[in-house]
């Protein structure tokens, strides 16, 4: 199994700035992206950024310009900076992770989330 763990969540007045981190540890073989979700009280979950290995990185347009993704899949790491960050940006923020990992001799595909931080914007 993949097991992911965020870290940078927290508590921040509008216009401030915050940086989320993310491992993935466990028998990976491969990962093929890696991005952040976000949900906020009474909504769906919904994309924030991803960043596909050896891909374009995508954004949700209400973060384009202020969040920046970046990551470094040979560590299995991914990190969200995000600024000028509004009231609206509350959420629980998840990581997500896809790729291969080894089992039993064959490589089957895993499509993990960690536990979420919490990310709260004071206005």
């Known amino acids: 199994q993949v097991q992911l763990v965020e870290s940078g969540g927290g508590l921040v007045e509008a216009g401030g700035s915050l940086r989320l981190s993310c491992v993935a540890s466990?028998?990976?073989?491969?990962?093929?992206?890696m991005g952040w979700y976000r949900q906020a009280p009474g909504k769906q979950r919904e994309l924030v950024a991803v960043l596909p290995s050896g891909g374009r990185m995508n954004y949700a347009d209400s973060v384009k310009g202020r969040f920046t993704i970046s990551g470094d899949f040979g560590r299995n790491t991914v990190y969200l900076q995000m600024n000028s960050l509004k009231p609206e940006d509350t959420a629980v923020y998840y990581c997500?992770?896809?790729?291969?990992?080894?089992?039993?001799?064959?490589?089957?595909?895993?499509?993990?989330w960690g536990q979420g931080t919490q990310v709260t914007v004071s206005s």
């Open positions: 997500n992770a896809r790729g291969l990992w080894y089992y039993s001799g064959s490589f089957p595909e895993f499509d993990s």
């Open positions: 466990g028998s990976i073989f491969s990962i093929n992206a």
